[in-house]
């Protein structure tokens, strides 16, 4: 930015866009925010409907969707090297490269499917008792486990349409369609909702079905958003010119498929050590007991209904600087990507400062100890202290991202989990007495490194790249 400035371009100027600019941006950005906040919204009502039944039943759900967050986020991962080529494809106005990246990426999500399914059906249990510390031998573990198995289990059938959701919704997001994906998870997230109700308490003459109701409402509003976005996408492909014909063939130009392997498999790899990363995170948390699993899946879930605008930012950044690399403009694409921060930065603020106010309430709607509460709303406000940094990494992933840059990429995210933050976690909760408070705290603020490293990254402009021309 110093070089700018030193052009003669006010600091303003390099951050702060004009109305036409925030116009655009916001078309993107608040059909993902919508889309996003009621998924999150339903899931965190999803998880109080959960924690009325129990503590342990809370738990096992947690563990068993902490597991398969390691999947949701290979998915994505796998998905991404494909959309970086798909978002410029677009840019570039070429529709067929569009087509083979989505028939890229069917591929990918049938792999990732086969690959989860023969590792959580032989080795959910081991993986699950992982997380089960029970100090005091009370019985507790054992019912944990039996009713994480048990939800584990059913979500394992909703898989395949999540995947194929992910591959439909992430193409239509990279041509500038956000409206249907967000209506077809708006729908999918109260169809959700209402046999949570149904299945869970057992309303309307429905079976008392507990977590496994919880899994089954899960899978069931699976297949509904599937069906929405794939038979709308398909009765319209006048408007959605890459699905004309895309099952036609499913051949993909092998050049093509090698170079998007070659810059996707460090996203894949990215994605699922990082996400391996966050599971042993949690483990190492977990240590400290029983009540700090419980707390910590409070606090995630109402963590992440505060970080939509974080993450919604980040997939808008990726889609508008990647359409601008993919058009040639390599000054448009720079000067979006800044002022492109400095708007998430300003949306998080506000963010964090609502958070900070509701922190201590959410956690009284659950059904637990108040031990439990009270550090669940430790933790809430900790993570509302660090948002800010978040929201920097986040962006800098995005852009780094959007350039095709997968190698700095997956230094960036995953080498900085796996080099600082697990080592920090780990040491501190085996070598230490510290509270899980404090080590959490130390574990946040550790990203001010990353912070430092995007920051270092984006100047040099690294990452201004197009890979379609």
Not at 94 to 99: I, K
Request: aromatic residues 10%.
């Amino acid at each position: 930015m110093q070089r700018d400035l030193g052009r003669g371009r006010s600091l303003k100027s390099v951050l702060i866009g004009d109305r036409a600019f925030y116009t655009m941006v916001l078309g993107i950005v608040i059909p993902i925010i919508i889309q996003n906040a009621i998924t999150n919204f339903v899931n965190l009502l999803d998880n109080i409907m959960v924690g009325q039944v129990g503590t342990e039943q809370m738990s096992g759900v947690s563990i068993a969707n902490q597991l398969l967050f390691v999947f949701n986020l290979c998915m994505f991962g796998g998905l991404a090297g494909a959309g970086i080529f798909s978002a410029q494809f677009y840019g570039a106005d070429n529709q067929d490269g569009v087509r083979h990246c989505f028939r890229y990426k069917l591929y990918v999500c049938a792999g990732l499917v086969v690959l989860a399914l023969a590792v959580f059906l032989p080795g959910g249990r081991y993986l699950i008792t992982r997380f089960l510390h029970d100090e005091g031998n009370t019985g507790r573990a054992d019912v944990t486990l039996a009713h994480g198995l048990a939800y584990l289990r059913i979500m394992l059938v909703g898989l395949l349409p999540f995947g194929m959701t992910q591959v439909y919704a992430s193409t239509l997001r990279e041509t500038g369609e956000t409206k249907l994906p967000m209506v077809a998870g708006i729908t999918a997230v109260f169809v959700n909702l209402l046999f949570n109700w149904l299945l869970i308490f057992g309303r309307l003459g429905f079976p008392q079905l507990g977590v496994e109701g919880a899994a089954i409402a899960t899978v069931i509003s699976r297949f509904v958003e599937l069906a929405i976005v794939v038979v709308y996408t398909h009765r319209h492909e006048q408007r959605y010119r890459f699905a004309r014909g895309v099952y036609a063939s499913l051949r993909i130009p092998g050049d093509l498929a090698r170079e998007i392997t070659l810059k996707g498999m460090p996203l894949l790899v990215n994605e699922a050590l990082w996400s391996m990363g966050m599971t042993v995170l949690a483990q190492c948390y977990s240590m400290r007991g029983l009540d700090v699993v419980a707390a910590m899946n409070i606090s995630n879930t109402v963590s992440n209904l505060f970080a939509v605008t974080i993450f919604s930012m980040g997939s808008a950044t990726a889609i508008l600087v990647g359409q601008s690399l993919g058009a040639n403009d390599m000054d448009g694409a720079k000067s979006r990507a800044w002022k492109l921060i400095a708007f998430a930065l300003a949306v998080t603020v506000a963010t964090l400062l609502v958070m900070n106010l509701v922190a201590p309430l959410i956690p009284r709607l659950y059904r637990t100890s108040d031990e439990v509460r009270a550090l669940a709303t430790r933790l809430l406000r900790i993570y509302a202290f660090c948002m800010p940094l978040f929201s920097f990494c986040n962006s800098a992933y995005f852009i780094l991202r959007s350039g095709g840059k997968t190698i700095i990429t997956f230094l960036f995210d995953s080498g900085y989990t796996w080099v600082i933050a697990v080592p920090v976690a780990w040491c501190l909760v085996h070598l230490t007495d510290m509270s899980v408070v404090m080590v959490y705290l130390c574990v946040q603020l550790a990203d001010l490194i990353k912070c430092a490293f995007g920051y270092v990254l984006l100047r040099r402009g690294v990452w201004m790249n197009n890979m379609v021309a």
